[in-house]
């Protein structure tokens, strides 16, 4: 799969309900393996995970008060933030028409964070202008 590829991919996930890791999951697991690949690839991706954070919650049941765990779960959740953006730059980074794409980021940041308009109304506008944008340009061709 080409990075162009994933990222169309991971695009209709996100837009699709639910965790948009595990909409990526049943994508990819259909598109290599069928209908098993499809019901394998989340329960795969989850399994291991979820092993960890119950022994995770566990020790945090236990030891959560604890000064030192605070400070360390506060340096978790910056690197967290640091890793987020840092696959948002790499995908950024991957897409051939970057001149054409930086409006729409723009856009839906502003319309979302500094203008606080409602998520799934924002996600429509900007599925019918980026919408009308690609139709344009497959038009043109």
């Known amino acids: 799969m080409t990075a162009e590829e ?3 991919q991971l695009g209709l996930c996100q837009f699709l309900p639910g965790p948009n890791v595990i909409n990526l999951a049943v994508v990819v697991g259909k598109r290599y393996q069928g209908l098993l690949g499809a019901i394998v690839a989340p329960v795969g991706l989850l ?4 092993v960890i ?3 995770l919650a566990l020790l ?8 030192l765990a605070q400070s ?3 340096g978790i959740a910056a690197v967290g933030c640091g890793l987020l953006f840092a696959m948002a730059w790499r995908m950024g980074m991957a897409l051939k028409d970057k001149a054409l794409f930086l409006p729409f980021t723009v856009l839906t940041v502003a319309s979302i964070a500094w203008l606080r ?3 799934p109304s924002v996600m429509v506008a900007g599925l019918l202008l980026s919408g009308g944008v690609a139709w344009w340009r497959l038009g043109r061709k």
């Open 60 to 67: 945090y049941d236990h030891y959560g008060n604890l000064p």
């Open 117 to 119: 308009w409602p998520m």
């Open 6 to 8: 994933f990222n169309a």
């Open 72 to 74: 360390m779960l506060r």
């Open 47 to 50: 399994a291991g995970p979820f």
């Open 53 to 55: 954070v119950l022994l």
